[in-house]
């Protein structure tokens, strides 16, 4: 059941960062929250692709064949990194340009200025 | 050979556009990326004109029954979404060559990023790969609906769809995980054989999660929110892809994963009760609104509701339907966002109640959109007629189903219809200008200026198109439908290099059902266009229990499409969770 | 089998995960993202996942905090000019 | 708001409900035994000659999708150019308005002393990032971020106009779509050699060196161009009436 721990806190995870942007007044704050929701899809990820007692999947100074982690895990998660970064950059940029045309930060407050 | 260009040709002109685009002369540049686009469209067109076809990146193949590379898994169905969106970009780039004042390569390279991804999401047969093309195409989605800066609207918009569609793929994202951990692989065929017939609990939440990001983008009940705000505030050209395709690619994942991955018969509930819903309620908010460009993504919605019945039965008659419901739909959509583009351009208002009458100075941008509206209620001849009947047709065992899918095709033909009349033949009493329920006139791109041809030739193209979609062959779709269900042979052929042979396409509905049943839809939406356009002159007796019954049905609904984010995320949470229960604890 | 400090670092990100959702004022919140960034990488350090760990870094620490000061920044730029 | 809240838990505990019926049937974290994984470690140093095996699914196995994700970073910088650019006619708006600071070189010999030691160091640990991708972990994209931080170093040590003087709007613009066409044209060349898009055609080079691994150097490089210059385009975009002003 221990195993099972690391779902369940991605699961706790996604929850938070949804109850975050439900709740938000202040788009920065609700991009923030968009981003720890990502974060549970990195740790279901690496729970997934982890090996008790295995190694890195370099094999620098190791002899082919040693017991290595699961390397295709570690390739979605750079690709989600990356996916998280750019889509972040790409709210903030809206948000901050919502705040310069609508003067509010407050998702509630801009829907009301659009009529 | 041809599979890997849909995807890289559009990338390697936008960087190249972008990279150099203020330096060309504008002609060069709007030349480079309508021919880039152009090419796409034949390279698409090609692959759907041959037999299936399966190409592994970086020639890594198979070995022992592993899938190890990413492969393109291209059918006839997934080449036909591509053919379909290069071409609405190809009339979204022309469309878009007069409607911005300034220069306007930035739209450009967006425009063709956004197709490179939706080429690659309907080619693609890997899972993680298809949520990597599903990310470029929202990307570059946000980025085009928010290409109006300067406006509240857009911004505010561009958030929510953002924001949902990205909260979306990622619940699709870790679904995807818990699949990978089950099967070890993310080849959909090879998944497909690791959980054939271990649909236990883990893969039923799985699919739920997955599904849910793809319904997202589709906007299906309850997850639409977005739509409305998003597509009525983006530039027009953009439109007409979100309508036209995006919306569609949603639906095309869906129907592809279940095909492929995961054959859940399980699914079929769900998705029906999901369509129905969507059906009534695009329709209902279709015809309440007075914002030409919401009227019509109201519509979009109803229209996904459609085409969602069609696949939700996971039979290859509704699916094929699907299919060409979606062509037809794509075109005649996309003509109608231009028709609206070219109002705004020419009377610089959207509002259908300010533009009463003033339409009749430009009469044949009338005469598209009244086509436009007949089409969208189902008339003959485009593929959307035959998408229908078949679509009516699978539905035989599911009344309420079939009900809900008639009266989206009513309601939004009528709508149009009515704005139609309002609009280019000034029928029906001026309304008084009553303050309308959370629609604003939008701002004009450009000065009022004559409708150049580079924006009516566009309209007509894509109407002709949908007219001549009519004679797509059918039987052809009818067995890549079947085909696209049947995922041993997919397997097979993905994992083992055979070529299964086609299967025999799915019966017919015969034409003079299909006929009485477009007659009978043509000919009430134009009764109801025409009914409500002349509504005060009903006896009172008629009016009040309509009154009665609309008011406080469209009020309630347009009461819970707040456009606030908050609550479009809540309701994203509840739909996840009630179709994640419908599946796993049923 | 997993390591004690494994366990304490699950426990430091179901902790400060819900702290950097529950801090409300973005200049604060760049810096709580900012630790759940540096502690994330190092779960993924742990976990035999160094690529990812330096991504975490790069992104999760430096990249997204500069991001949201800048956006802050602005907003407040825009504020002071309006007054 | 209330009933966005009551909404949002009603949906929250189901969500949790369907989540754990799911997620109890997972094998329990540290016993990964799926095939694809250990099939890609077992083969990537001897067929790639890559000795990193994440960076030989990335730029090799699933290339295609790193292609995705490099467009991903791409039209996202593109499109915060686009939404967060001002038209000629409101600059001259924003003339009027209360003067911004402007970033100057600091006064404190310190600063610039740990500046001027900081940009070598972090110069060739980028470098060497990206040139080691395929043997070490980092690669392009981790290499790339920490050679755009030098820029942000000279901003905040020499001041707005220095950091224009090395990081030219243009030049960032100009590589960053380099950098994005150039993994699409390698990608090419596999089909220029008669073989699949992407496929690996270059000489390998021995394991564990810097230039091994044929393509796989060769995309980190263009993704080290497009993510270093990306996000020097993104910090620009959002510091852009700053710049404008030290341009004058």
């Known amino acids: 059941m221990l195993g099972h721990l690391p779902y369940a806190l991605a699961a706790w995870l996604i929850l938070w960062g949804l109850y975050g942007i439900v709740t938000s007044r202040n788009l920065i704050h609700l991009v923030i929250c968009l981003a720890v929701l990502q974060t549970s899809t990195y740790l279901i990820l690496l729970a997934i692709g982890y090996k008790a007692g295995a190694v890195a999947p370099i094999y620098a100074d190791m002899p082919a064949g040693t017991v290595a982690v699961d390397p295709v895990v570690q390739a979605l998660m750079l690709t989600d990194i990356v996916v998280e970064a750019t889509v972040v950059a790409l709210l903030l940029a809206i948000a901050v340009q919502a705040h310069e045309r609508g003067g509010s930060l407050d998702p509630a407050r801009l829907c009301a200025l659009k009529g | 050979m041809l599979a890997p260009w849909p995807v890289a040709l559009p990338l390697v002109a ?123 195409m929202s990307a570059a989605a946000f980025g085009l609906c928010a290409y109006k800066s300067r406006e509240v609207g857009p911004l505010q918009g561009a958030i929510n769809f953002a924001v949902t569609n990205t909260a979306g793929a990622f619940i699709t994202l870790s679904g995807i995980a818990l699949l990978y951990s089950r ?300 085909r696209m269900l049947d995922a041993h042979s997919w397997a097979t052929q993905v994992l083992d290099r055979a070529q299964p042979a086609m299967p025999s396409p799915p019966p017919e509905e015969p034409l003079a059902k299909g006929l009485a049943h477009a007659a009978l839809t043509v000919g009430l939406a134009i009764a109801l266009a025409l009914l409500t356009l002349f509504r005060k002159r009903l006896p009172e007796i008629l009016r009040g229990p309509v009154r009665a019954v609309w008011n406080p049905l469209a009020g309630s609904l347009r009461a819970l499409h707040t456009g606030a984010v908050g609550d479009q995320v809540a309701w994203l949470t509840l739909g996840v969770a009630a179709l994640g229960a419908s599946l796993v604890f049923s | 089998m997993i390591a004690p400090l494994q366990w304490l670092l699950f426990l430091l990100l179901a902790v400060t995960g819900p702290a950097v959702v529950l801090t409300r004022e973005p200049v604060a919140q760049a810096v709580t993202v900012s ?22 870094i790069v992104v999760g620490a430096v990249a997204l905090p500069l991001m949201i000061l800048l956006a802050v920044a602005k907003v407040k730029r825009k504020e002071a000019s309006r007054k | 708001m209330k009933a966005r809240l009551v909404l949002f838990g009603i949906g929250a505990l189901g969500f949790a409900a369907v989540w754990f019926a799911g997620a109890r049937k997972l094998d329990p974290m540290g016993s990964y035994h799926g095939a694809y994984g250990e099939i890609l470690n077992a083969v990537s140093v001897p067929e790639r000659h890559s000795t990193n095996v994440v960076s030989a699914v990335n730029f090799d196995y699933r290339g295609l999708d790193t292609l995705g994700e490099e467009f991903i970073l791409y039209i996202s910088v593109v499109a915060v150019a686009a939404i967060l650019r001002k038209q000629k006619d409101e600059e001259e708006e924003d003339e009027d308005e209360a003067p911004t600071q402007l970033r100057e ?144």
């Open chain 2, 183 to 482: 099967t070890g692989a993310l080849n959909l065929s090879h998944m497909h054989r690791m959980i054939a017939g271990h649909d236990d609990s883990l893969v039923l939440a799985a699919a739920a999660l997955v599904c849910t990001g793809f319904l997202v983008k589709a906007a299906i009940v309850p997850f639409q929110f977005w739509l409305a705000d998003a597509h009525a505030a983006a530039p027009t050209p953009a439109c007409i892809v979100f309508s036209g395709a995006m919306v569609e690619a949603g639906l095309y994942a869906v129907a592809r994963l279940q095909g492929a991955l995961f054959g859940l018969p399980q699914l079929r509930t769900p998705l029906l009760a999901a369509g129905v819903a969507t059906c009534l309620v695009g329709a209902v908010m279709c015809f309440a609104q007075r914002h030409l460009k919401r009227l019509l993504a109201f519509s979009t919605i109803a229209h996904a509701g459609v085409i969602l019945c069609g696949i939700a039965v996971l039979e290859p008659g509704g699916l094929s339907g699907a299919g060409l419901y979606v062509v037809g739909h794509g075109l005649v959509k996309a003509a109608l966002f231009l028709c609206a583009g070219m109002l705004l351009h020419r009377l610089q208002s959207i509002d259908e109640l300010a533009l009463h009458g003033r339409g009749r100075e430009v009469p044949w941008v009338g005469v598209l959109f009244a086509l436009g509206g007949l089409l969208l209620a189902g008339a003959p001849p485009t593929a959307m007629f035959f998408g229908d009947g078949a679509i009516h047709h699978a539905l035989e065992a599911h009344p309420i189903a079939r009900f809900a899918v008639t009266v989206a095709s009513i309601a939004t033909g009528a709508a149009v219809l009515r704005a139609c009349g309002r609009i280019f033949l000034g029928l029906g009493p001026r309304e008084p200008d009553a303050p309308g329920g959370g629609e604003q006139d939008e701002e004009p791109e450009t000065e009022a200026a004559p409708i150049p041809w580079s924006m009516w030739v566009p309209a007509a193209f894509l109407l002709a198109l949908a007219i001549g979609s009519a004679w797509l062959p059918r039987e052809h779709a009818g067995s890549a439908a079947a």
């Open chain 3, 35 to 56: 630790f759940y960034g540096i502690v994330l990488a190092l779960v993924f350090f742990l976990h035999q996942a160094p690529d990812v760990a330096l991504s975490q």
């Open chain 4, 105 to 248: 070189a600091p006064d404190s010999d310190a600063v610039r002393l740990f500046g001027v030691g900081l940009v070598p160091v972090t110069v060739i640990f980028g470098l060497y990032m990206i040139s080691h991708g395929s043997v070490s972990p980092g690669g392009g994209f981790q290499g790339g971020v920490v050679l755009a931080t030098v820029p942000l170093v000279v901003y905040l040590c020499a001041g707005a106009k220095t950091y224009l003087r090395i990081a030219p709007p243009a030049l960032a613009k100009g590589g960053e779509g380099l950098g994005a066409a150039g993994y699409a044209l390698i990608g090419c060349l596999g089909v220029l050699a008669g073989k699949k898009f992407l496929e690996n055609v270059v000489p390998l080079g021995t394991p564990g060196e810097a230039w091994s691994a044929g393509t796989i150097t060769l995309l980190n490089l263009t993704v080290g161009v497009a993510v270093g210059t990306g996000f020097v385009e993104l910090i620009s975009s959002f510091v852009e009436e700053l710049l404008r002003k030290a341009e004058k």
């Open chain 2, 14 to 136: 936008a960087a190249f556009l972008a990279g150099l685009g203020d330096k060309l002369p504008r002609r060069l540049a709007d030349a480079i990326a309508i021919g880039a686009a152009a090419i796409t469209a034949l390279c698409c067109a090609l692959l759907l004109a041959g037999p299936p076809v399966v190409y592994w990146f970086g020639g890594i193949q198979p070995r022992s029954g592993t899938a190890i590379g990413i492969d393109f898994a291209i059918d006839a169905n997934g080449a036909g979404l591509a053919v379909l969106s290069s071409l609405l970009i190809l009339a979204a780039l022309f469309f878009s060559l007069k409607y911005f004042d300034k220069p306007a390569h930035m739209f450009q390279v967006l425009l063709l990023v956004f197709l490179a991804g939706l080429c690659g999401f309907s080619l693609t047969g890997d899972l993680f790969d298809l949520f990597v093309f599903f990310e470029v």
